[in-house]
């Protein structure tokens, strides 16, 4: 994992129940999100800009995305 992402607080969605297969995010300085996959920890994450954050969001939000279950 990056050095800079230890130590802060990651959280998975209220809407992804017992399933372990989730992404979890996590709040950054300057408005940045991380976001790892819950099965691996200290594996790779990713890290978006606010703007970029906003926008994926909001195109899910609006149903752009088709839903994977």
Do not use: N
Not at 21 to 43: H, I, M, N
Request: aromatic share 12%.
């Amino acid at each position: 994992m990056i050095d800079h992402l230890a130590g802060v607080k990651w959280f998975k969605s209220t809407y992804s129940g017992a399933d372990k297969a989730c992404v979890e995010a996590a709040f950054l300085a300057g408005g940045a999100v991380g976001v790892r996959d819950s099965k691996d920890p200290t594996g790779p994450a990713l890290v978006f800009g606010p703007e970029t954050w906003d926008a994926f969001t909001s195109d899910v939000a609006t149903g752009r995305y088709p839903s994977a279950s």
